[in-house]
């Protein structure tokens, strides 16, 4: 077991990973917070498979938790999925002294959280991602919200969890596509961390995808680290926390523009593509560092449609992207392995350009 510890003003708290059992996971909880009840919001696959060990374990640990489940589509990351929780909540008469256990990937802990944040104007709550996706992002970092108006997480909160528990024991249940998925957001730590975990993820991709426990282990302890590091030190994206959006403006068009069909780590990989291409355009890497940072994310297959989209819709949808203030479109771009800078400006030939080689990057 690894436990990192994440600083913030708002919050102290602990991530605990390894490989623990149901039985574990749920003392955890109880050895860590004291609350009078706790309400779980769990994933309907993840119900599926382990709901009746979780649920037994919680109400012999515990006493009586309340269940409540939920798809987790992109599309369900909504005002109506939050209301009905909400309602819930307020029927069974939870109270300020409850604790929300939030078990799923992406969408529950970001639904969840922000619930969590805004009921009785805050409770506890506790993220156990079952994705490694969740696990190495998500999770930890206190971002929570929902989709409105077509952009992603256009309204949401800063809202620190009091305690993160990871079990690559849930990894297993995994399809190809989530795990595909939870490999595009460990790529962007390949780029963050330096060159050491570049090469390691270039030679163990391969490992990565069939889940060897040594490499994924090693893997997680590398973007856990990172990322509560980073966290400790902007809780709230001032500076530094932005580099942890590398890719992200170029993925949360592609999601939006084709309607959440292709995955949130697929789409980040590619962003990270047209990141190192927009780089390349304006100067700040050369043609041969270009190519060598291509090959991590070219390892990815991306769905035929991503070289469909229309250049004008796809920059209109970066517009809405939270990262860009009073108009100007504002991007996080690779300067070496390591060496990231935020807050560049693109004007609209630089981005086009740069959309038009990831075009034909991604039609060979
Ligand atoms: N997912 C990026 C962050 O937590 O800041």
Redo the contacts with the bound molecule.
């Keep these: 077991m690894k436990t990192y510890h994440v600083r913030t003003s708002s919050k102290k708290y602990t991530v605990h990973s390894g490989s623990f059992g149901i039985k574990e996971i749920v003392h955890l909880v109880t050895q860590n917070l004291k609350c009078d009840r706790f309400f779980v919001l769990i994933d309907k696959n993840v119900n599926k498979i382990y709901g009746t060990e979780i649920q037994k374990e919680f109400n012999r640990q515990t006493g009586e938790s309340y269940f409540f489940q939920m798809t987790s589509l992109e599309k369900q990351k909504s005002y109506s999925t939050i209301q009905k929780i909400y309602d819930e909540l307020a029927k069974q008469n939870f109270g300020r002294d409850a604790g929300m256990i939030l078990i799923g990937g992406g969408v529950v802990g970001d639904i969840g959280g922000f619930v969590a944040s805004t009921y009785m104007r805050g409770i506890k709550c506790v993220h156990i991602p079952t994705t490694i996706l969740a696990a190495v992002?998500?999770s930890?970092?206190?971002?929570t919200g929902y989709n409105f108006r077509n952009t992603k997480n256009l309204i949401g909160s800063f809202y620190q969890p009091d305690l993160v528990i990871t079990s690559t024991e849930f990894f297993s249940s995994l399809s190809p596509k989530e795990i595909d998925s939870g490999i595009g957001?460990i790529i962007k730590y390949g780029y963050l961390s330096g060159k050491k975990f570049y090469e390691y993820l270039l030679s163990n991709y391969n490992s990565i995808h069939s889940l060897d426990k040594r490499v994924i282990e090693y893997v997680l302890q590398e973007c856990i680290s990172f990322?509560t590091s980073?966290?400790s030190d902007d809780e709230r994206?001032g500076g530094i926390?932005?580099v942890?959006?590398f890719g992200?403006t170029f993925a949360h068009a592609f999601e939006s523009y084709y309607q959440y069909k292709i995955s949130h780590g697929k789409a980040v990989a590619a962003g990270i593509l047209a990141a190192n291409i927009l780089s390349h355009k304006k100067g700040i890497i050369t043609t041969n560092q270009l190519n060598s940072f291509q090959k991590l994310p070219a390892m990815m297959k991306f769905p035929k449609f991503l070289q469909e989209f229309d250049s004008t819709d796809l920059t209109r949808r970066m517009d809405l992207d939270k990262k860009n203030k009073s108009g100007k479109l504002n991007f996080v771009l690779l300067k070496d392995l390591g060496e990231l800078l935020i807050d560049v400006n693109v004007n609209k030939n630089e981005l086009n350009s740069a959309l038009n080689e990831f075009k034909r990057l991604i039609s060979v």
């Design positions: 992002d998500s930890i970092g206190g971002k957001e990322k980073v966290v994206e926390r932005k942890l959006n992200h």
